[in-house]
C-alpha cells in the first residue's frame, strides 16, 4: 500500500530565510508525486508536480521540489519565504492516470516576522 | 473558468439528519474525487468516478455514506443518517483524465 510520511508538523521560518520540507513516500512503482498548499479556509492548490523527467521541478511560488528515488523522498524548497507562504503543506502520491491520490498529513508552516 | 464548485460550503446539522454535498466539476474533466480531511486523519479518498462511472469506493468509510454522479457536471455526495463522527471538511476535485486534480473550496460539515 502507498504512503506519505511528512515528519514536521509544524516548521517556523522568519521571513526572507530558506525553506525546506520534507516528504518520503512508499509506493511499489513509479510514483507520480505532489506538493499542494492549502491557505486556512481556502481548498488545495497544486504547486508542483513529478512524473518523469528532470528530477528537480520548478512550480509555482517560487517553489521547487526535489525527486530522489535512492532516498524515496520529494522535499520542498524555496529561497526565501514571505509571510504570505504561511499555510498548511501537502505532500501527495499517486499511481498516475485518473487515480486518487493519499496525502501526507500536511506540515503547518509558520513565518516569523 | 470557475474552477470546482461545491455547494454548501458549510452545513450544520443534527444527528440522524441526511447530509448532502454538491459539487460541478470544472468542465471538460472526466475524473472526479471526493476526499474528507479530519484533524486525526488528515485528507482521505471517499471514492472517485471516470466518465460518471465510480471506479473506487473503497474509501467510504460505511453504508451510510454514498455518491452519484448522474452526468458530467454533478455529483452528490450523501451521508444518510449522519453522526458527529462524520465531521470533517469534504473536499471535491476533478481531473481532465491527466494526472492533476483540481480541488475546490470544500464543504465544512458540523453534525451536532
Known amino acids: 500500500a502507498q504512503s506519505v510520511t511528512q515528519p514536521d508538523i509544524h516548521i517556523t521560518v522568519s521571513e526572507g530565510a530558506s525553506l525546506e520540507l520534507r516528504c518520503n513516500y512508499s509506493y511499489g512503482a513509479t510514483p507520480y508525486l505532489f506538493w499542494y498548499v492549502q491557505s486556512p479556509g481556502q481548498g488545495l492548490q497544486l504547486l508542483l508536480k513529478?512524473?518523469?523527467?528532470?528530477?528537480l521541478v520548478q512550480g509555482i511560488k517560487g517553489f521547487e521540489a526535489e525527486f530522489k528515488r535512492s532516498q524515496s523522498s520529494f522535499n520542498l524548497r524555496k529561497p526565501s519565504v514571505h509571510w504570505s507562504d504561511a499555510a498548511e503543506y501537502f505532500c501527495a502520491v499517486g499511481a498516475g492516470g485518473a487515480d486518487g491520490l493519499t496525502f501526507g498529513k500536511g506540515t503547518h508552516l509558520i513565518i516569523q516576522p | 473558468d470557475a474552477g470546482v464548485i461545491q455547494s454548501p460550503r458549510h452545513e450544520v446539522t443534527e444527528m440522524g439528519q441526511e447530509v448532502t454535498l454538491r459539487c460541478k466539476p470544472i468542465s471538460g474533466h472526466n475524473s472526479l474525487f471526493w476526499y474528507r480531511q479530519t484533524m486525526m486523519r488528515g485528507l482521505e479518498l471517499l471514492i472517485y468516478f471516470n466518465n460518471n462511472v465510480p471506479i473506487d469506493d473503497s474509501g467510504m468509510p460505511e453504508d451510510r455514506f454514498s455518491a452519484k454522479m448522474p452526468n458530467a457536471s454533478f455529483s452528490t455526495l450523501k451521508i444518510q443518517p449522519s453522526e458527529p463522527r462524520d465531521s470533517a471538511v469534504y473536499f471535491c476535485?476533478?481531473?481532465?483524465?491527466?494526472?492533476?486534480?483540481?480541488f475546490g473550496p470544500g464543504t465544512r460539515l458540523t453534525v451536532l
Open positions: 476535485a476533478s481531473s481532465p483524465d491527466s494526472d492533476t486534480q483540481y
Open positions: 513529478y512524473f518523469s523527467g528532470d528530477t
